[in-house]
């Protein structure tokens, strides 16, 4: 009995921790745990704090549709890695700030043509990387193909499937590109294409979030139905957040583009 004692010790202190508390390890079980009794001091802790989350969730959920879950990482990390699921969904949430900041724009400046993917016979190249660009006039930008004169019609069928509204003009290895007049068709272009880019955010977002419950799944016979439980809830509930950041950007640049 002293040993059981022994044992459960460390689990208040334990059960406090239940914040994202990302890297951190439970404590080892003592020396003299007795492992057949508890099932290791890890793996009763764990249960324990897995199943009284669960308790407390659906017991704030009566009468609710939805209820927070807050899994300590650290508890479930030999099953999934949360905070990569984390970094991942906020990594797609990046790469369509970078494509509002960087593409839909009212006005198009030489930047925005800089990453435009070019398909060449060698591979897929940025722009820049084949062709100088540089603004001759606020109604005109040019690409200097010279360097890469094999790539010139490349380059313009790039810019001009860009989805930025562009129409160049191929002159030997120059390629023109008129810059659209500010009209309110042109805004509500621009905010089609940003309607675009979200929808094609949320397809990677939802990917993320297949990816990790698929990953969950698999210990599906290792571990108990609340703990799967738990997990799907919690993925689920990070991949809804990291939507609704993505629609408050979206409307804040549609807001942005139509005036």
Same mark, same amino acid.
């Given at each position: 009995?002293?040993?059981?004692?022994?044992?459960?010790?460390?689990?208040p202190?334990?059960?406090?921790?239940?914040?994202?508390? %990302?890297g951190?390890?439970l404590?080892?079980?003592?020396?003299?745990c007795?492992?057949?009794?508890?099932?290791?001091?890890? =793996?009763?802790?764990?249960q %324990?704090?897995? $199943?009284?989350?669960?308790?407390?969730?659906?017991? &704030?959920?009566?009468?609710?549709?939805q209820?927070k879950v807050?899994? +300590?990482?650290a508890?479930? *990390?030999?099953?999934?890695? #949360?905070?990569?699921?984390?970094?991942?969904?906020?990594a797609?949430i990046?790469?369509?700030? *970078?494509?509002? !900041?960087?593409?839909l !724009?009212?006005?198009?400046?030489?930047?925005?043509?800089d990453?435009?993917?070019?398909?060449?016979?060698?591979?897929?190249?940025?722009?820049?990387?084949?062709? =100088?660009?540089?603004?001759? +006039? @606020?109604?005109?930008?040019?690409?200097? %193909?010279?360097?890469?004169?094999e $790539?010139?019609?490349?380059?313009? &069928?790039?810019?001009r499937?860009?989805?930025? !509204?562009?129409?160049?003009?191929?002159d030997?290895?120059v390629?023109?590109? @008129?810059?659209?007049?500010?009209?309110?068709?042109?805004?509500e +272009?621009?905010?089609? #294409?940003?309607?675009?880019?979200?929808n094609? $955010?949320?397809?990677? #977002?939802?990917?993320?979030? $297949?990816?990790?419950?698929?990953?969950?799944?698999?210990?599906? !016979?290792?571990?108990?139905?609340?703990?799967i439980?738990?997990?799907e /809830?919690?993925?689920?509930?990070?991949?809804?957040?990291?939507?609704?950041?993505m629609? &408050?950007l #979206?409307a804040?640049k549609? /807001?942005?583009?139509?005036?």
């Open positions: 009995m002293a040993l059981v004692l022994r044992c459960l010790r460390p689990l202190s334990l059960l406090q921790r239940s914040s994202f508390a %990302m951190r390890g404590p080892q079980a003592p020396r003299g007795p492992a057949l009794l508890l099932e290791g001091c890890r =793996q009763c802790a764990q %324990m704090l897995l $199943s009284r989350q669960l308790a407390t969730k659906k017991a &704030k959920g009566k009468g609710q549709s209820a807050n899994i +300590s990482a508890l479930v *990390e030999d099953i999934i890695n #949360l905070e990569q699921t984390n970094e991942d969904m906020q797609v990046e790469a369509l700030k *970078e494509e509002f !900041n960087r593409n !724009n009212v006005r198009t400046s030489p930047g925005a043509l990453h435009i993917t070019v398909m060449t016979k060698d591979g897929k190249f940025p722009l820049n990387q084949l062709g =100088q660009i540089s603004q001759k +006039s @606020p109604q005109l930008m040019i690409v200097n %193909m010279t360097s890469f004169p $790539s010139t019609a490349a380059a313009a &069928k790039a810019i499937e860009s989805g930025m !509204n562009l129409s160049p003009e191929v030997g290895t390629i023109r590109v @008129p810059v659209p007049k500010v009209t309110r068709e042109h805004r +272009s621009l905010a089609k #294409l940003a309607k675009q880019s979200t094609k $955010s949320k397809e990677a #977002l939802r990917k993320v979030r $297949s990816k990790s419950i698929t990953q969950v799944k698999k210990f599906k !016979n290792k571990v108990s139905e609340d703990t439980w738990l997990l /809830k919690q993925i689920q509930q990070m991949a809804d957040e990291a939507a609704t950041e629609d &408050k #979206l804040v549609t /807001k942005e583009l139509l005036g």
